[in-house]
Each structure stands twice: as structure tokens, then as C-alpha cells.
């Protein structure tokens, strides 16, 4: 026993300190290894967790290690070992619904390392022999995210600027901009991903209300940062800053926007290099189409009330609890407090400037589309139906957006306006609730 208790020490300390941790003896594992027949039969048993210890990447469904293995055992969580690091193991236990008593079967390469760190916390443990590997020899079927390649991993995109063949590219021009606040760009001059430009978010957008910038400079802008249709552009940064640039890329009629899933620091954390030099892109001639191509992307107040009162439509909110409830308006330049009369609350994090709810435990990473998925089941939100997501004024509204393209929701717009118009908007202004609503997405909008 004080043999375990010392591996289990060793182990936690050196995930703790962001060490390169050894894979413990096999004595960490409480029940053992299980095989494919037993990892089927526990998809029936509520009371067996099966947890993917792979990157968030590869759950999602990208090969990373060229075994042709796109995506995750069925049924299967995701808890990447390396997200150890990034927070509390039991908060993240917790998110996936996993509770005490749960058995777990673990799969992936560094399963012993997570069984080290489960076991510590209470958990019975076992690892499926094999894994992924195993599963595939066997020709039984995985789960991906649908639009898994609109959340590409640092490594796809290194080996696609270092001018490697990579999937999912058909070679299209590349750009690449790290996206946040401040025309000088001192984010950027801190490091980024070498090649990468800096994208001002007041490039597109302006106050009062700051809606989208019109069209004519929308279309300018892509225009002058060499961005035309047929550009894959790849978007990273304050990920709230570089999805809201992206909607509007995809709106202008940017064929090809994706997302950089961990961006800036995932990038560090896989080691690579960062360089400081500022570079302006070489200015396109012309965008390649009239702006907007996507218009249905971005929606405005007239068709944000028109969507409230639609039997298959919902206006969705992306902001904090207290500001759902109108406890806080949520920013210092929006004062009246409250939530649009027939939204429904999709969730968000503890502030306007926070996702939690939408990230994995580092705050950089998508978070499973899964976990995603068994919310909004939770909280009534239909996928089918037309969703507008909003929040404050467009940031956070953008990044779910973004995921629910990649989820492959079809019917998804982001009312651009969001709080503050609705309630700055003599005609909307109104229409608008306080308190905790006595049945959660229930609310109707009266006409």
C-alpha cells in the first residue's frame, strides 16, 4: 500500500509541475485490462463511464497519427491526459457527468497516467486493451464531430505552413490572423504563429452597438488584409475576438474560415516556435463577390423578433446566469439589465469575458461536442430548429456559432445586435424579463 501511495505521489507532482511524466506500474490500475466484448456490454451500464484519454483533436475525429482512425468509440467521454494540467480533475469529472461510484474504462496512450490521477481521486479503474487500434482491427464503427475539419489541431497547421501535404486541403492561398483588441496589435508583437497577421476586431466592427462595420467596408477590409473568397484563412487569439471575426469572414462569403483549436497556447505547449515581427499582408485586388454572400449568417433586430415569434426558430442567449437573471447588465458601457423576452438561455460562462461552459478545461480547446450536445438537450434547445445565438454584442454569440457549424447545424445566424441593441431599441426595449423564469426555456414571446 505504501508502495501505490508513493507511485501515485510521484505521479500527480510531476503532472502538477508540467514535467514530462513517466507511465506508472501497472499496480496503479484497481480492476485491470478489459476487452472489445467488455467495452460493448458497458455501453449498456449507466454505472461504466467510458473516457477517451486521446487529444481533444483526435476525439474530434482527426488522424493525427495516420492510422486511418477518424474519431471515438461511441459513447465514449473525452478527457484528454494532457488536460490534467489545466484544472480541477473532479470539476472536470463533474462536467461529463460522471459522479462518485461510476466505474471507468479508460483508452488511449497515456491511459495509466489518467488512471493514476482517477484512482487518487476514489475511482475504480480498468484500460481497454487495444484501444482505437483494437476497435479499428475489428471493424467496429467510431463517432466524429460532422464538421471536424473546421476545428483544425496546431500540428495540422504547422505541417500545412511548413508546405507539408496535410488532409483536408486543397490548396487554396493560406492566411493566417491572430485576432483580438488594439490597432497597434501588442498581443501580436508579444509572439505568435510565425507568418500569422494581426486582425483588429475595430476593423469590423464599431461602436455605438458594435454591429458589424457595412458592407462596402466589410468587403474593403477583406480586400486590404489580402483575404478574396478562395482564401483559406485559419483564425486564432482571444477566441471570442477570432470567431467573430470569422462569422463575419464566412457572411462576407469567405468559402473556407477555420478555427485553431488551443491556439496560441496550444501551439507553445506543443513546443513550437513563436516569432514577434509584425507583417502586413499583401492587399487583394479585388474580394472575388458582392458582400454579403452568406447574409442568413448575421441577423439584425427585425428578423431577431421575427425569429421569437417562429414555431421553429429560437433567439438564444449566450451570456452569464446573473446577467440572464438581470443582476448585472455585464458590461460597464450597457446599463439596463435583463434578458430578451422569449430567449431561451443556452448557457456561457462567469462573465462576459468568459466561456467556460463552451471550452475545455484550458479555455483555448473546444470543448467536447458531446458535452455540448447533452447541454442543450438539458436546456431544451432543439437543434433543429432555426438558432440564433446572442449575447452582449456579438463576441460570445460567434464562438458558440462556430461550434455549431462544426457540430453541423445547418440553420444557425448570429443576431449581431444582441443585448445591447434590443435594449438601447425604443421598440424592443420593453420586451424584456427579470428573475429567474419559473420554468427554465420555457418563456414566450408576446406579441
Not at 451570456?319 to 434578458?339: A, Q
Not at 443576431?415 to 445591447?420: A, M, T
Request: glycine share 10%; proline share 4%; hydrophobic share 35%.
Amino acid at each position: 500500500m505504501k508502495k501505490l501511495f508513493v507511485i501515485l505521489t510521484l505521479t500527480i507532482g510531476l503532472i502538477g509541475c508540467g514535467s514530462k511524466v513517466e507511465e506508472p506500474k501497472d499496480q496503479v490500475i484497481k480492476k485491470g485490462s478489459v476487452s472489445v466484448k467488455e467495452v460493448q456490454k458497458a455501453e449498456k451500464d449507466k454505472n461504466i463511464v467510458l473516457m477517451d484519454t486521446r487529444s481533444y483533436d483526435e476525439y474530434n475525429g482527426w488522424d493525427l497519427d495516420g492510422k486511418g482512425i477518424n474519431g471515438h468509440i461511441p459513447g465514449a467521454v473525452n478527457y484528454p491526459t494532457s488536460a490534467i494540467k489545466d484544472g480541477d480533475i473532479e470539476k472536470a469529472l463533474e462536467r461529463k457527468g460522471i459522479v462518485a461510484g461510476n466505474e471507468i474504462i479508460l483508452y488511449g496512450k497515456e491511459s495509466k497516467t489518467m488512471a493514476a490521477a482517477l484512482i487518487e481521486k476514489g475511482y475504480t479503474v480498468s484500460i481497454f486493451d487495444g484501444g482505437v487500434d483494437k476497435w479499428a482491427e475489428d471493424s467496429l464503427s467510431f463517432e466524429k464531430l460532422k464538421k471536424y475539419e473546421t476545428i483544425v489541431p496546431v500540428s495540422w497547421v504547422k505541417d500545412l505552413l511548413e508546405g507539408k501535404k496535410v488532409n483536408h486541403y486543397d490548396g487554396r492561398p493560406v492566411k493566417v490572423f491572430n485576432v483580438g483588441w488594439g490597432e497597434k496589435g501588442k498581443p501580436h508583437k508579444e509572439g505568435h504563429i510565425p507568418g500569422s497577421y494581426w486582425m483588429h476586431t475595430g476593423w469590423v466592427e464599431e461602436g455605438p452597438l458594435w454591429n458589424r462595420v457595412d458592407d462596402v467596408r466589410i468587403k474593403a477590409e477583406m480586400e486590404r488584409q489580402g483575404i478574396t473568397t478562395n482564401t483559406l484563412v485559419l483564425i486564432y487569439g482571444d477566441p471570442l475576438a477570432a470567431t467573430r471575426f470569422g462569422v463575419i469572414a464566412k457572411y462576407a462569403g469567405v468559402e473556407d474560415v477555420r478555427m485553431i483549436n488551443g491556439g496560441l497556447k496550444g501551439w507553445k505547449d506543443a513546443g513550437y516556435p513563436v516569432e514577434t515581427e509584425m507583417k502586413t499582408p499583401k492587399p487583394a485586388k479585388e474580394f472575388g463577390a458582392e458582400v454579403p454572400q452568406n447574409p442568413e449568417i448575421i441577423i439584425d433586430l427585425p428578423e431577431a423578433v421575427e425569429l421569437l415569434k417562429a414555431e421553429d426558430g429560437d433567439l438564444i442567449s449566450i451570456r452569464s446566469w446573473r446577467e440572464y437573471l438581470g443582476k448585472v447588465s455585464g458590461y460597464d458601457y450597457i446599463k439596463p439589465r435583463g434578458r430578451i423576452e422569449g430567449a431561451k438561455w443556452g448557457m456561457a460562462g462567469s462573465d462576459p469575458w468568459h466561456l467556460e461552459d463552451y471550452r475545455g478545461m484550458d479555455q483555448f480547446h473546444m470543448r467536447p461536442y458531446t458535452e455540448i450536445q447533452k447541454m442543450w438537450e438539458g436546456l431544451k434547445i432543439n437543434s433543429k430548429n432555426h438558432l440564433a445565438f446572442y449575447c452582449g454584442t456579438g463576441w460570445r454569440a460567434s464562438e458558440v456559432w462556430f461550434y455549431a457549424q462544426a457540430m453541423g447545424l445547418q440553420r444557425i445566424s448570429v443576431y449581431d445586435g444582441g443585448w445591447k441593441e434590443w435594449s438601447e431599441t425604443k421598440e424592443t426595449q420593453k420586451k424584456v424579463l427579470k428573475g429567474e423564469p419559473k420554468v427554465l426555456n420555457e418563456e414566450s414571446f408576446m406579441n
